[in-house]
């Protein structure tokens, strides 16, 4: 994190002091009694706003839905006395997102959710289902309109008991985060103005889906793709001086090295989600993938991978890109390869500053008779919107939304015990900053 001297001081302060009330508090205030109570009787305005927004398909690229559902959150920001607009996506491919501020005193938090999920317009899974037993099904609803509902119904509490006046709060929900918009530098420039606002970032995905944790670091995920060249021709011929060994077998090469050199370095993780080799073959990368042909007497001329890098530090990303570009150059005879990187989503390093939000965290769920809170291992949760935002803040959390099971998948599940425990939670932290800071 790059930040002054000075701000270093007030951090250290804000941290101490954070642990300190995390550690004196042992149970609720009748403040804070009565803001859960509040909560209670919300909770089914709660749920069947979020049975609205799972409804309306939101798919990364059906631009008119990603709107519909930003939309439906302006309004009920808007009845919060919220300033609120809606940011036109065009300039980076996206829908666009939806930013709502309140306040003008107190610490400044940013509330970060996304509006897309990864289920199209053609998918078959569309519709909110109560399956019973507190489990609902639904696209999207742990990832992440449940966590989008649980920012909206907190600070609707908050208001509903004269508490949201002793903060600042900015919201911003994206449209892109199941497939960003190109480039970064714009889909995500109201996430980091955000971010250089305020003084603490709260996320609302659902981390690893358990109540039982919550997310002060995440991984950085960013693409590569990998292009090899070989010559071809009859299949008699490969491992020979004149014909070398094709574009397969340095694919394979590469690969075994990559799995090789770094599995075990650190946190990071290298996957190859795509790839093929041939005698021909084209990529069509709107829906990332790729046509191959080729016959099983011909050394292959060409290879294609494409994959994606996942690292908890940004000292972790770049020694390892160079091992990937030390194994790329080792070519196998007659065969040569291209390795390119592409810009992604920047790591969420662990930080002392995030570990104290997170005991204050954890420290409302106990005294709320919810059990402690534990940080999630950043190996079982993917990249998100915070990641943009953490390296400009004091603190950061995440993972405060919906758990369930089955995200990105049409088995996705929510667990609706979390529900109110998790808008309870959210709310009382606010109040708890609010009233240290």
């Not at 609205?52 to 939309?71: C, D, K, Q």
């Amino acid at each position: 994190m790059r930040i002054s001297l000075k701000k270093l001081a007030s951090i250290t302060l804000f941290t101490a002091a954070l642990s300190q009330a995390a550690g004196a508090l042992a149970e609720l205030s009748s403040v804070e009694k009565q803001l859960a109570s509040r909560i209670d009787q919300q909770l089914e305005q709660a749920r069947s706003e979020l049975k609205a927004a799972v409804n309306i398909n939101s798919g990364t690229m059906n631009f008119a839905g990603v709107e519909r559902v930003g939309r439906l959150y302006q309004q009920q920001f808007d009845e919060l006395g919220f300033r609120t607009e809606w940011l036109l996506g065009k300039a980076f491919n996206r829908a666009g997102h939806l930013q709502a501020s309140y306040g003008s005193k107190g610490p400044k938090i940013l509330m970060i959710g996304h509006l897309d999920t990864v289920f199209t317009k053609e998918s078959a899974f569309q519709e909110y289902q109560d399956l019973g037993d507190g489990k609902v099904a639904g696209p999207g609803i742990t990832d992440m309109k449940g966590g989008n509902t649980i920012v909206v119904a907190a600070l609707r509490a908050l208001k509903a008991e004269g508490l949201l006046d002793q903060l600042q709060v900015r919201v911003v929900f994206t449209g892109d985060e199941e497939s960003s918009g190109r480039p970064l530098s714009l889909s995500k420039q109201a996430l980091i103005e955000g971010a250089k606002w305020a003084d603490i970032a709260l996320g609302f995905e659902d981390g690893d889906s358990s109540i039982k944790t919550a997310v002060i670091a995440r991984r950085g995920s960013s693409g590569w793709s990998l292009k090899i060249k070989g010559r071809p021709a009859h299949s008699s011929q490969v491992f020979s001086d004149d014909v070398g060994y094709g574009a397969a077998y340095e694919m394979a090469r590469i690969l075994n090295q990559f799995r090789v050199q770094l599995d075990g370095l650190g946190s990071v993780t290298v996957n190859p989600g795509l790839l093929s080799a041939g005698n021909a073959q084209e990529e069509f990368a709107m829906n990332n993938s790729v046509a191959a042909s080729g016959k099983s007497n011909i050394v292959s001329q060409w290879g294609y991978v494409k994959g994606d890098i996942r690292t908890l530090s940004p000292e972790e990303l770049a020694k390892a890109q160079q091992i990937m570009r030390d194994i790329v150059s080792q070519n196998l005879k007659h065969t040569s390869a291209e390795l390119v990187f592409a810009e992604g989503y920047p790591p969420m390093p662990p930080t002392d500053a995030n570990r104290a939000l997170l005991k204050q965290y954890s420290q409302v769920s106990e005294d709320l008779n919810y059990g402690p809170v534990a940080p999630v291992n950043p190996r079982k949760a993917g990249a998100a919107d915070i990641s943009f935002a953490a390296d400009h803040v004091e603190m950061a959390l995440d993972g405060l939304g919906l758990m369930g099971s089955g995200g990105h998948t049409v088995d996705e599940v929510a667990d609706m015990d979390s529900f109110k425990k998790n808008i309870q939670k959210a709310a009382i932290l606010l109040h708890r900053l609010a009233r240290e800071k």
